[in-house]
T-cell receptor, first 114, second 113 residues
């Protein structure tokens, strides 16, 4: 399967703590994106990091990318109960000469306890 | 700016029937992609359309098809439904060019009984 792996599968923390999720992937990428999904609804785009970038910040989010290890991490600082959701990494790849498609990881279920 | 709109939100069909799902992308977005989400297989790419042309297709049987209209709206069709087709079907659009994230709709939850 081309699917990426995320760990941990589930994470439970207290409000105010930081949450770190890791993602590993298998193919060469154009960029890597992180998405949030609440209770089986649609995915919300959080942040995109290009293959030539190593770190990116957006508000309370910090993403790192290590293309040599084919891995990425998402850090959410000062978490809130509203951050409770599933988080997915997705690699944007050129598929055998065709156009881009996203290959998703398995997801991390984050529960932030108030 | 309106988001990506998917209709219907929920659908219950019987095995052997066919179903059509609809997606209206964000105005100006010409790329529309479809994904299937199941507990067992996770999120999997179905196909991508751009300017009424299918540019890429995932590893799904021919029972899964789609099309895109001149106004960029897209439909996907699943014929001869099987129980395993029960899933959340997500549509996403994005601007032309590189380095853009996708905007997803809320999905259509299909249940095959």
């Amino acid at each position: 399967s081309q699917q990426g792996e995320e760990d941990p599968q589930a994470l439970s923390i207290q409000e105010g703590e930081n949450a770190t999720m890791n993602c590993s992937y298998k193919t060469s990428i154009n960029n890597l994106q992180w998405y949030r999904q609440n209770s089986g609804r649609g995915l919300v785009h959080l942040i995109l990091i290009r293959s030539n970038e190593r770190e990116k910040h957006s508000g309370r989010l910090r993403v790192t990318l290590d293309t040599s290890k084919k891995s990425s991490s998402l850090l959410i600082t000062a978490s809130r109960a509203a951050d409770t959701a599933s988080y997915f990494c997705a690699t944007d790849v050129i598929d055998g000469g065709a156009t881009n498609k996203l290959i998703f990881g398995t997801g991390t279920l984050l529960a932030v306890q108030p | 700016k309106a988001g990506v709109t998917q209709t219907p939100r929920y659908l219950i069909k019987t095995r052997g029937q066919q179903v059509t799902l609809s997606c209206s992308p964000i105005s100006g977005h010409r790329s529309v992609s479809w994904y299937q989400q199941t507990p067992g297989q996770g999120l999997q790419f179905l196909f991508e359309y751009f300017s009424e042309t299918q540019r890429n297709k995932g590893n799904f049987p021919g029972r899964f098809s789609g099309r895109q209209f001149s106004n960029s709206r897209s439909e996907m069709n699943v014929s001869t439904l099987e129980l395993g087709d029960s899933a959340l079907y997500l549509c996403a659009s994005r601007p032309t060019g590189v380095g853009y994230g996708y905007t997803f709709g809320s999905g259509t939850r299909l249940t095959v009984v």
